[in-house]
């Protein structure tokens, strides 16, 4: 069961990796100067682009880096983190190197006196049926026992070969005219419906899909609110779209907070 906060910080998808210093160097920066000004600090998955195990994390001065700004922040603040579809390795060892606590997606957290379910949102996408036939394999933990054991090169290489598989695909998607293949790499109205209703809430607050906005949505006679977090990046200017954002929940109400502006 996780305590109620009076305030709290959401972030999702930083995807931090070496190869984007600026990135990284803006959440190093929110775990010194902006997360501490609240009672809780959320991550909704894919804080790293990639993880093939925490015994790798031993041999990366990046990944040790982000454990110990984790562990600094988590002894200002509670601090929970819940797997997304490229961190999902992320185990007990490193977890509790950071302080931080591994919630279960979805989890339902109360902040400012009103009930928030929070999930990273992949399993929310239900319209890309192979994706979900691929999360249900590597989600098993004797698939994920046999992949630890493989050599660490192995590793290494098939998430590179994940990694741009999906990337492809999301390239496809963002280009194609056909808004079915749009709408397969969103969540679906009925994913969101089944997951509030299973919680007995109508706040839902997701990452994922890089598509930031605040949504009111309603199917058949459920209604709902729901939030969908940013992904950062710092590191392509040539993009045209830095960025870097959190959700701020208080005794205000639930808005963005822009990190670069900031
Ligand atoms: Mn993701």
């Given at each position: 069961?996780?305590?109620?906060?009076?305030?709290?910080?959401?972030?999702s998808d930083l995807h931090l990796t070496p190869s984007m210093p600026l990135t990284a160097q803006r959440f190093f920066d929110f775990c010194e100067k902006d997360a501490p000004k609240v009672d809780s600090v959320f991550i909704l998955g894919d804080l790293f682009e990639y993880w093939v195990g925490?015994?790798?994390?031993?041999?990366?001065?990046?990944?040790?880096?982000?454990?110990?700004?984790l562990a600094t922040l988590s002894t200002k603040v509670k601090t929970y983190y819940l797997h997304g579809n490229r961190d999902f390795l992320v185990g007990d060892q490193f977890l509790s190197k950071t302080?931080?606590?591994l919630m279960s997606d979805p989890s339902k957290v109360t902040i400012a006196g009103s009930e928030y379910v929070l999930c990273h949102g992949?399993?929310?996408?239900?319209?890309?049926?192979g994706y979900q036939v691929f999360r249900g394999w590597v989600r098993k933990s004797w698939i994920q026992k046999l992949f630890l054991r493989l050599p660490l090169h192995w590793r290494?290489?098939?998430?590179?070969?994940?990694r741009s598989n999906s990337g492809a695909q999301y390239q496809r998607s963002i280009k194609s005219s056909i808004k079915g293949a749009q709408a397969k790499t969103d969540v679906t109205l009925e994913a969101c419906a089944a997951v509030l209703a299973a919680q007995h809430a109508n706040l839902l607050i997701h990452g994922h899909t890089h598509l930031p906005a605040h949504h009111q949505e309603h199917l058949k006679n459920q209604e709902w609110q729901r939030w969908v977090l940013s992904d950062w990046d710092l590191d392509h200017p040539e993009s045209g779209r830095p960025r870097a954002s959190a959700l701020l929940i208080d005794q205000n109400g639930?808005?963005?907070?822009?990190?670069?502006k900031s």
């Open positions: 069961m996780i305590p109620q906060y009076a305030s709290a910080l959401l972030i925490d015994d790798a994390a031993l041999h990366s001065p990046f990944q040790q880096e982000v454990k110990r700004a302080g931080m606590t992949d399993s929310l996408c239900t319209a890309d049926i290494r290489s098939i998430a590179s070969q994940l639930v808005r963005y907070a822009d990190l670069i």
